[in-house]
């Protein structure tokens, strides 16, 4: 009964901009030395395949444009070895970072010289965004989105489990601040997983029921196990989770569409409440019906934001295209499963005084209960 949290659904920091004029030191002496240990490594392996001297020319250039923003990317640099080498290049510099005998250095080095290698990178393939934009375009270009997002889920889901174990002390004691650090890591991992699982659903449709048929199953269950999914993200920012479950817990109706909902509901309250609790209740309306409802104590939804509220994407302002709403897919796709429930997702909110989301379900008690 206890959904994963990949079945059920970022905290991303901006980097600085390339043409900011900000001095940057870079690790020269480890990207040179990164360049003459990836041209003796390919003189090694290749002999006579690949003129050494033409490997040399290109990583000099190439080590040049990492340094100085300003240099011009030779064409010898513009091609198929080009771009393998600088893969090369950021390996090599990356396991000299990582070797003990190497000096450390600082995160704003580290960052900086990432950056300048990724920058000349970008400028080597000439195209790439078209390219990306027709693959995208192509017939097959949401089966690539849906593959990538598939492909995401998997280590996701380990981060979130190895997350959860290390700040339960399952691992061994940690300290007050590593707790606090492993909340981040959770967060940041589940609302990943959850944006790469909505897209999926988004894909197909946002509206397929997994569990066609209704089946008995423990309310309290999938209250508890919602709870126990976000409760780090909770803990986090010091907001308590309140469920509470109807006193006829066994019903029949779809666990995996209702589990995911609620995560979906639940995780945007967290996201947008500051202080105080959100209430996951289930209310009998009647004999047959239970109410759902997904209450905070945020700020509430400003009137404009009301009117796009379920849009999955909207128009940006100041910038071409198109970017994910300021609640994600989560709401989109939360409506389209419950309007497969047969039911209506409705919203009560005021400015300063929070949000309740809810929705009513037709679940008559399980035979036998």
């Known amino acids: 009964m206890r959904p ?36 003796t490594q390919w003189d090694n392996a290749t002999g006579d395949a690949v003129d050494i001297t033409e490997v040399q020319q290109v990583l000099a250039s190439m080590v040049s444009a990492i340094e100085d923003p300003a240099a011009t990317i030779p064409p010898d640099a513009r091609t198929v070895l080009g771009r393998y080498l600088i893969q090369l290049l950021r390996r090599e510099v990356l396991e000299q970072w990582n070797s003990r005998s190497a000096p450390s250095q600082d995160a704003a080095t580290v960052l900086a010289t990432v950056s300048a290698i990724d920058r000349v990178e970008t400028a080597i393939q000439p195209g790439w965004s078209e390219f990306f934009a027709n693959r995208l375009s192509s017939p097959d270009g949401l089966d690539l989105v849906v593959e990538v997002a598939h492909d995401l889920r998997s280590p996701l889901t380990s981060i979130l489990f190895l997350a959860e174990t290390l700040q339960r002390g399952q691992s061994g004691d940690i300290n007050d601040l590593q707790r606090r650090q492993l909340g981040l890591i959770y967060a940041a991992g589940l609302g990943l997983s959850s944006l790469a699982s909505n897209v999926i659903e988004l894909a197909r449709g946002g509206d397929r029921l997994v569990d066609d048929d209704p089946s008995p ?24 989770i309140r469920i509470q479950p109807p006193v006829s817990d066994q019903r029949l109706g779809n666990p995996i569409a209702l589990s995911r909902v609620l995560l979906n509901l639940v995780t945007n309250a967290l996201k947008f409440t500051d202080e105080g609790y959100v209430d996951l209740s289930a209310r009998p309306t009647d004999m047959n019906h239970i109410e759902f409802s997904v ?3 945020g700020h509430g939804i400003k009137g404009p934001a009301l009117a796009t509220l379920y849009q999955p994407f909207r128009r940006a302002v100041g910038r071409d295209g198109y970017r994910f709403s300021g609640t994600g897919l989560g709401l989109a796709i939360s409506r389209k499963l419950v309007e497969a429930m047969n039911t209506t997702l409705q919203v009560e909110t005021e400015g300063g005084a929070g949000t309740r989301f809810f929705f009513v379900l037709s679940m008559p008690p399980a035979p036998n209960t």
């Open 217 to 240: 199953l423990s309310i309290t269950e999938i209250l508890e196990s919602v709870r126990d999914i976000v409760r780090p993200i909770a803990e986090e920012k010091g907001l308590s």
């Open 295 to 297: 209450r905070d104590t």
């Open 4 to 39: 994963s949290p990949t079945d059920v659904g970022a905290i991303m920091g901006d980097l600085p901009e390339e043409d900011e004029k900000i001095a940057r030191p870079l690790d020269r002496l480890c990207l040179q030395s990164a360049a003459e240990r990836v041209a």
